[in-house]
């Protein structure tokens, strides 16, 4: 079981839509992240917060809009999005420069 | 940009034989992390390595972390079948400011094991 929980776990969604994925942490960590991942690529860091504050962002279309309400929670939204944006999306927390714990991913379908 | 590379890219072995997989880094790194994604999984933390020479073992699998630390190699003993998945490196850069280092992760091996 992962403490970090990812919703929905499927998402389909044409290129008008306007989606969101969350994310939420409860184990105090003050560090979390988004990732996209393909099938059979490592994972690509998308943006990184430290205490609530966006501190990486990885040259991301503006399409992807990061938000952190609170330190327990992440969102990422989504507008206007392309095919090629299909993709595992995984959040990750942690504890400063410790491990990640992944959630288990939002598997997204853009139409 | 940091750069983490990592072969081979696949490996393919009988159970009961060693897999190692190695990853280089083209700047010096903070820590360098392993993780293991099971097919149609997430990807699972399985140890960091800080220290210059640094070598930890957990059961069958031996982590190594060079001298330099830019390189860093997982060795498993006598494969099984549980240890199919993809084995994944990530080196953390010297966190900047009040911001935390960069978390690159190399491209993976695909490890496969015949029973």
């Known amino acids: 079981d992962t403490e970090v929980t990812q919703t929905p776990k499927h998402l389909v969604m044409g290129m008008t839509n306007k989606k969101s994925l969350k994310c939420e942490q409860h184990?105090?960590?003050?560090?979390m992240y988004w990732y996209k991942q393909k099938a059979k690529k490592p994972p690509e860091l998308m943006f990184v917060?430290?205490?609530?504050?966006?501190?990486i962002n990885e040259s991301v279309p503006s399409r992807f809009s990061p938000e952190c309400p609170n330190s327990s929670l992440l969102n990422l939204h989504l507008h206007a999005l392309q095919p090629e944006d299909s993709a595992l999306y995984l959040c990750?927390?942690?504890?400063?420069?410790?491990?990640?714990?992944f959630g288990e991913g939002s598997r997204l379908t853009v139409l | 940009g940091q750069q983490v590379m990592q072969i081979p890219q696949y490996q393919h072995v009988q159970e009961g034989e060693d897999f190692t997989t190695y990853c280089n880094s083209s700047t010096t790194l903070s820590n360098i992390q392993w993780y293991k994604q099971r097919p149609g999984g997430h990807p699972v933390f399985l140890i960091q390595?800080?220290?210059?020479?640094e070598v930890k073992k957990q059961k069958r699998l031996t982590f190594q972390f060079g001298e330099a630390k830019k390189n860093s190699s997982l060795h498993i003993t006598a494969t099984q079948t549980t240890d199919v998945g993809t084995y994944f490196c990530?080196?953390?850069?010297?966190?900047?400011?009040?911001?935390?280092?960069?978390?690159?992760f190399g491209q993976g091996t695909i490890l496969t094991v015949h029973p």
């Open positions: 990750a927390s942690s504890l400063f420069t410790g491990e990640l714990f």
């Open positions: 390595l800080v220290k210059s020479g």
């Open positions: 990530a080196g953390r850069g010297n966190a900047g400011g009040t911001s935390y280092g960069k978390l690159t």
């Open positions: 917060y430290s205490y609530e504050k966006l501190s």
């Open positions: 184990m105090g960590h003050r560090a």
